[in-house]
């Protein structure tokens, strides 16, 4: 069979899997008539009118999230025929880093063009590529594979969206030509240029406020100053402890230069809310951190002086113009292979990316212009405990190419290559598992997983205890548009059906919005976890029923039974191929059957066999994670690690996944 046809049997399968026909009486005959319900998008008016049409006698498919879930359902879709109900989820037959290829090329070319000579030496893309795809183009990169399936799906059928503007609606649209798309510059120049002299002023604004904000961290830098030379660099956020305690745990002992960026005033980052500082402590982000292995400080982020502040903001003023210039004069249109994307919807978050990303990006070049007068970065090494952003790309670039070594640290596991994430300015990335590695520009090492600590288990109890651990609501669902919230009601139905039976314990994410797990949490018959540290949840856990999140890995490696909860679009995507069927369920009847089986064979010895053959899978023969000082060991010499000058060369590690 042609690959092609492989793939084509393999969506229909999957598709079959994933739909229901509520009314017993509705035909098998295929509908050509589909409704589309957006992520985040309000079932209700999809199920409205899939009524008029069922009422009309035409048969007709609704798909959405969650819509297969009865209690989605109105009482009247068991009653009249001719109702087809289908997962979104389900189309997706592509991992994401395959279906996005040519929109991260367009994205490349597109960033040379309107960035071109912004910052002498550099390409457009080599500072704002990966940020543009991940500020403009997020949704449209999780909505892609997606999309991709139904155009191969429902290209001849009438299609039709209860929210026109949705980028995955635009982007369906493009593949099928279902509209000609309007090439005219002037109402997009219009419009763009308006939104960029207000993003303009409003820049201006907010980054004053930073620069005033943080001077007092300007002040506490100069005031440490430098007692030493050091080989080993970590750039870290000074606000955002939990993105920089691996880090600060992975060269415990060491002798290291520390690199602030962002914000380095007072007050820590609001984890639901990452623009709102709580507090008036300086620097909590750099907790556990002991101040006798730094060598020296120094900020990428905020120039050294009012002056060169100044500097800045007339740097930014003119690129801001210019960049603004060119991408009216580009037009609507983004060529994605043989199709076209309108670039209307993306307008706003485009413009975002030509002001404040572009403000933060000038005050970064001046301020790590500044470190390199003062520092030699030649045969060091920088671990960067994220690398994506705009400005921080700008500091990567000029700091390898004054021969400095980067790499950047992935922060959790996404178990597959992900669009835009990787993809970092940094020459290598530190990923925590095997199946997040690719061959690519950037090279992949292995290592750094921080694990949790093993307490000491609780005594066994009467009832069998069950953790389970979410993600579904993250904050960062608003820009990605994944809309998940269903599945998390669909997840914890399991605690519903088994309430009375094991005793429940629900940990959300510690981003996931509150708005989403408080109702969801108000009588339910389990535990909320919130604040707690993870170890301790772990230790008081018998078995833990997950969505695909970092916590999975701690889990396994603290020999506990996993269960998994995937979405349609994961079930056959390399992040679940490490599990065993038995493990991994999406309807919560399904996992209620499995979790009774793991908790029937809780004394067997056999157990952990499937959790086994997953931590071998993702960390190798040893079933055991890489320490980020075995990982980045080869960089820089075991000299390095012990605070003593090595040297360190640049491009001769070998990509490497033990």
């Given at each position: 069979?042609?690959?092609?046809?492989?793939?084509s049997?393999?969506?229909?399968e999957?598709?079959?899997?994933?739909?229901?026909?509520?009314?017993?009486?509705?035909?098998?005959?295929?509908?050509?008539?589909?409704?589309?319900?957006p992520?985040?998008?309000?079932?209700?008016?999809?199920?409205?009118?899939?009524?008029?049409?069922?009422d009309?006698?035409?048969?007709?498919?609704?798909?959405?999230?969650?819509?297969?879930?009865?209690?989605?359902w109105?009482?009247?879709?068991?009653?009249?025929?001719?109702?087809?109900?289908?997962e979104?989820?389900?189309?997706?037959?592509?991992?994401r880093w395959?279906?996005?290829?040519?929109?991260?090329?367009?994205?490349?070319?597109?960033?040379?063009?309107?960035?071109?000579?912004a910052?002498?030496?550099?390409?457009?893309?080599?500072?704002?590529?990966?940020?543009?795809?991940?500020?403009?183009?997020?949704?449209?990169?999780f909505?892609?594979?997606?999309?991709?399936?139904?155009?191969?799906?429902?290209?001849?059928?009438?299609?039709?969206?209860t929210?026109?503007?949705?980028?995955?609606?635009?982007?369906?649209?493009?593949?099928?030509?279902l509209?000609?798309?309007?090439?005219?510059?002037?109402?997009?120049?219009?419009?763009?240029?308006?939104?960029?002299?207000?993003?303009?002023?409003?820049?201006?604004?907010?980054?004053?406020?930073?620069?005033?904000?943080?001077?007092?961290?300007?002040?506490?830098?100069?005031?440490?100053?430098?007692?030493?030379?050091?080989?080993?660099?970590?750039?870290m956020?000074?606000?955002?402890f939990?993105?920089?305690?691996?880090?600060?745990?992975?060269?415990?002992?060491?002798?290291?230069?520390?690199?602030?960026?962002?914000?380095?005033?007072?007050g820590?980052?609001?984890?639901?809310?990452?623009?709102?500082?709580?507090?008036?402590?300086?620097?909590?982000?750099?907790?556990?951190?002991?101040?006798?292995?730094?060598d020296?400080?120094?900020?990428t982020?905020?120039?050294?002086?009012?002056?060169?502040?100044?500097?800045?903001?007339l740097?930014f003023?003119?690129?801001?113009?210019?960049?603004?210039?060119?991408m009216?004069?580009?037009?609507?249109?983004?060529?994605?292979?043989?199709?076209?994307?309108?670039?209307?919807?993306?307008?706003y978050?485009?413009?975002?990316?030509?002001?404040?990303?572009?403000?933060?990006?000038?005050?970064?070049?001046l301020?790590t212009?500044?470190?390199?007068?003062?520092r030699?970065?030649r045969?060091?090494?920088?671990?960067?405990a994220?690398?994506h952003?705009?400005?921080?790309?700008?500091?990567?670039?000029?700091?390898?190419?004054?021969?400095?070594?980067?790499?950047?640290?992935?922060?959790g596991?996404?178990?597959?290559?992900m669009?835009?994430?990787?993809?970092p300015?940094?020459?290598?990335?530190?990923?925590?598992?095997?199946?997040?590695?690719?061959?690519?520009?950037?090279?992949?090492?292995?290592?750094?997983?921080?694990?949790a600590?093993?307490?000491?288990?609780?005594?066994?109890?009467?009832?069998?205890?069950?953790?389970?651990?979410?993600n579904y609501?993250?904050?960062?669902?608003?820009?990605e548009?994944?809309?998940?919230?269903p599945?998390?009601?669909?997840?914890?139905?399991?605690?519903?059906?088994?309430?009375?039976?094991?005793?429940?314990?629900?940990?959300?994410?510690?981003?996931?919005?509150?708005?989403?797990?408080?109702?969801?949490?108000?009588?339910?018959?389990?535990e909320?976890?919130?604040?707690?540290?993870?170890?301790?949840?772990?230790?008081w856990?018998?078995?833990?029923?997950?969505?695909?999140?970092?916590?999975?890995?701690?889990?396994?490696?603290?020999?506990?039974?996993?269960?998994?909860h995937?979405?349609?679009?994961?079930?056959?995507?390399?992040?679940?191929?490490p599990?065993?069927?038995?493990?991994?369920?999406f309807?919560?009847t399904?996992?209620?059957?499995?979790?009774?089986?793991?908790?029937n064979?809780?004394?067997?010895?056999?157990?952990?066999?499937?959790?086994?053959?997953?931590?071998?899978?993702?960390?190798?023969?040893?079933?055991?994670?890489?320490?980020l000082?075995?990982?980045?060991?080869p960089?820089?010499?075991?000299?390095?690690?012990?605070?003593?000058?090595?040297?360190g060369?640049?491009?001769?590690?070998?990509?490497?996944?033990?």
């Amino acid at each position: 069979m042609a690959a092609a046809d492989q793939r084509s049997a393999v969506a229909h399968e999957k598709l079959i899997r994933y739909t229901v026909r509520p009314c017993l009486r509705t035909s098998e005959a295929r509908p050509n008539s589909v409704i589309l319900v957006p992520p985040r998008g309000n079932l209700a008016p999809g199920f409205e009118m899939a009524k008029a049409k069922v009422d009309a006698g035409i048969a007709v498919r609704l798909v959405g999230i969650g819509v297969t879930l009865r209690k989605a359902w109105p009482s009247w879709v068991t009653e009249i025929p001719g109702l087809w109900l289908t997962e979104l989820t389900a189309y997706r037959t592509r991992t994401r880093w395959e279906a996005t290829a040519p929109l991260r090329e367009s994205l490349k070319a597109l960033a040379d063009e309107i960035f071109v000579e912004a910052f002498p030496g550099l390409r457009g893309s080599e500072v704002f590529y990966p940020h543009i795809g991940m500020r403009a183009f997020a949704a449209t990169a999780f909505v892609m594979p997606i999309v991709i399936g139904l155009a191969e799906q429902h290209a001849g059928d009438s299609v039709i969206c209860t929210e026109s503007e949705w980028p995955g609606f635009v982007l369906y649209g493009a593949f099928v030509g279902l509209s000609p798309l309007s090439r005219s510059k002037l109402p997009w120049a219009a419009r763009l240029s308006t939104l960029a002299i207000l993003g303009w002023a409003a820049s201006l604004v907010r980054i004053a406020n930073m620069y005033v904000r943080s001077r007092v961290g300007l002040d506490e830098i100069r005031r440490r100053g430098s007692r030493g030379i050091p080989r080993l660099w970590v750039h870290m956020f000074p606000d955002w402890f939990r993105i920089n305690a691996p880090l600060i745990e992975g060269i415990r002992g060491n002798k290291i230069g520390v690199l602030l960026h962002g914000y380095i005033g007072s007050g820590e980052r609001d984890e639901a809310q990452l623009a709102i500082r709580r507090g008036g402590e300086l620097w909590p982000g750099l907790r556990g951190l002991d101040g006798e292995q730094v060598d020296a400080w120094g900020t990428t982020s905020i120039p050294p002086s009012l002056g060169q502040f100044g500097a800045s903001c007339l740097r930014f003023t003119k690129n801001c113009s210019l960049a603004t210039v060119r991408m009216c004069q580009h037009g609507p249109l983004l060529k994605l292979g043989a199709h076209e994307l309108d670039l209307t919807t993306h307008a706003y978050d485009l413009v975002k990316h030509l002001t404040i990303d572009m403000a933060r990006v000038c005050m970064a070049d001046l301020a790590t212009s500044d470190v390199l007068r003062h520092r030699a970065f030649r045969g060091t090494t920088i671990l960067l405990a994220g690398a994506h952003h705009a400005d921080v790309a700008l500091m990567v670039r000029r700091l390898q190419r004054a021969g400095a070594t980067t790499i950047d640290f992935a922060h959790g596991w996404s178990g597959e290559p992900m669009p835009f994430v990787a993809e970092p300015p940094s020459r290598y990335r530190c990923v925590w598992t095997r199946t997040d590695a690719i061959d690519s520009d950037t090279r992949f090492v292995v290592g750094g997983m921080a694990t949790a600590a093993r307490l000491g288990r609780l005594p066994a109890s009467h009832r069998t205890r069950v953790l389970l651990l979410t993600n579904y609501a993250h904050r960062d669902d608003v820009v990605e548009q994944t809309g998940l919230d269903p599945y998390q009601d669909e997840l914890l139905e399991i605690v519903r059906l088994r309430g009375r039976q094991y005793a429940f314990r629900w940990r959300p994410h510690p981003a996931d919005r509150p708005e989403a797990i408080t109702p969801a949490a108000t009588g339910l018959p389990a535990e909320l976890s919130r604040g707690r540290p993870l170890a301790e949840d772990l230790a008081w856990a018998d078995v833990v029923v997950s969505t695909i999140s970092t916590a999975v890995l701690e889990a396994l490696v603290l020999d506990l039974p996993v269960l998994v909860h995937a979405t349609p679009d994961l079930e056959d995507a390399p992040v679940v191929a490490p599990f065993s069927p038995q493990r991994v369920f999406f309807y919560a009847t399904d996992g209620v059957r499995k979790l009774d089986a793991i908790v029937n064979a809780l004394s067997a010895p056999d157990l952990l066999k499937p959790e086994r053959q997953a931590l071998a899978a993702l960390f190798g023969e040893t079933g055991r994670p890489r320490s980020l000082a075995d990982a980045i060991a080869p960089f820089i010499g075991d000299a390095a690690l012990t605070g003593h000058s090595t040297s360190g060369a640049d491009t001769n590690h070998p990509f490497t996944v033990p």
